[in-house]
């Protein structure tokens, strides 16, 4: 059984930076697309980036350039840094991980963006 456990969410003001971790655990395989996604009260989960094994990533509109999305394939880990953040990424940001097609999530981490 494949879990993921989020960390480095938090309060931040407007303009400010935070980093987050997800460690992957219970498996020996590197997983190949891990991913972050958010949701906030009363909005759809969506996806703000992935990445691939070989280091493909893609992001939301709203988050390029402000974002970065990286990984450790020897550590199952992936990490988000969020530069310049605004009050609207204020969400709870949830990892994900596919591994030979079945998707896997953490618990989430909540990020809020307010002075």
């Known amino acids: 059984q494949v879990h993921l456990v989020e960390s480095g969410g938090g309060l931040v003001q407007p303009g400010g930076s935070l980093r987050l971790s997800c460690a992957a655990s219970?498996?020996?395989?590197?997983?190949?697309?891990m991913g972050w996604y958010r949701q906030a009260p009363g909005k759809q989960r969506e996806l703000v980036a992935s990445?691939?094994?070989?280091?493909?990533?893609n992001y939301a509109d709203s988050v390029e350039a402000r974002f970065t999305i990286s990984r450790d394939n020897g550590k199952n880990t992936i990490f988000l840094q969020m530069n310049s953040l605004k009050p609207e990424d204020t969400a709870n940001y949830y990892c994900n991980g596919i591994l030979f097609g079945i998707q896997y999530w953490g618990q989430g981490t909540q990020v809020t963006v307010s002075s």
């Open positions: 990445i691939t094994r070989g280091g493909t990533t």
């Open positions: 219970g498996t020996s395989f590197v997983i190949n697309t």
